[in-house]
């Protein structure tokens, strides 16, 4: 098992279960530093995860952070600078607005203006009849399911291929200065960010329920971030690259900032 330990706001690690017990024998580490492994709902201090391993003496070798530079998976970044709820919803905003000239571009070269127009003047013959209305719309989606499909891949692979990227963001998210993560901060794969856009499909059919919990929960996510596993920060993914370069230079690699 993989251990994060967390002091004064900031992350360190994975290291191995083992060290961590030995540090904390050692006094190396305090028991009130936080701690985080896989499956742990939220960030606990030390000395409730390895109760057994405080106040006994024995030697031990200096952890690895305290003589050398920090591997590139233990990156320190803040714990809990989370991207709140109004700052992700401009995103979207912002993203829709990316997505619309392409979208409009598939409307009109697979016929689905024509459509739409036809959808219009049928609601309007229809008088008011709720049955025609609904005819004419069943007819209308039926009609352009394949234009309705594409547009839809487009959107999935746009939010998918840009929330894997170096950048960690769609261009919206980047405007607003936020990224996506995975649970330890680190930049999400392909598959995941192919798992979290249709998990928004969840989200969105409980009355936009899911969306809205980014507001609320205690890590600001929202129920496709629960599922996918991801997390939303603050900051963009090439100055958090820029900010871990200068911790692994070897004036700042020690476990005390």
């Not at 960030?43 to 995860?49: E, T």
């Not at 829709?96 to 000239?101: A, C, E, F, M, T």
Request: proline letters at 5%; aromatic letters at 10%.
């Amino acid at each position: 098992m993989e251990i994060w330990i967390g002091r004064n706001g900031e992350r360190h690690g994975p290291y191995k279960e083992a060290d961590v017990r030995q540090w904390l024998r050692s006094g190396q580490v305090a028991g009130d530093d936080l701690g985080w492994y896989d499956g742990l709902a939220d960030w606990q201090p030390l000395s409730s995860l390895f109760p057994d391993e405080l106040n006994q003496a024995t030697s031990a070798t200096p952890p690895p952070f305290s003589a050398a530079p920090l591997p590139e998976q233990a990156t320190t970044v803040a714990l809990e600078d989370y991207a709140g709820f109004w700052k992700r919803f401009a995103a979207y905003i912002v993203d829709s607005l990316v997505l619309y000239i392409p979208n409009l571009m598939i409307l009109s070269a697979m016929g689905g203006e024509v459509g739409r127009e036809q959808l219009s003047n049928a609601v309007q013959n229809a008088a008011g009849n709720f049955d025609l209305v609904m005819h004419a719309y069943s007819q209308y989606l039926s009609a352009n399911a394949g234009t309705s499909f594409v547009t839809a891949l487009v959107a999935w692979l746009y939010f998918a291929f840009c929330e894997s990227s170096a950048w960690q963001a769609t261009v919206g998210k980047l405007a607003l200065g936020i990224r996506v993560t995975d649970l330890h901060g680190a930049r999400i794969s392909l598959p995941r960010a192919l798992g979290r856009y249709p998990a928004k499909m969840l989200s969105a059919i409980i009355l936009l329920f899911g969306f809205m919990m980014a507001g609320w929960t205690q890590r600001k996510q929202a129920l496709h971030d629960m599922i996918a596993g991801t997390l939303v920060l603050n900051g963009r993914a090439s100055a958090q690259r820029s900010g871990s370069n200068q911790s692994r230079s070897p004036s700042g690699s020690r476990f005390d900032a």
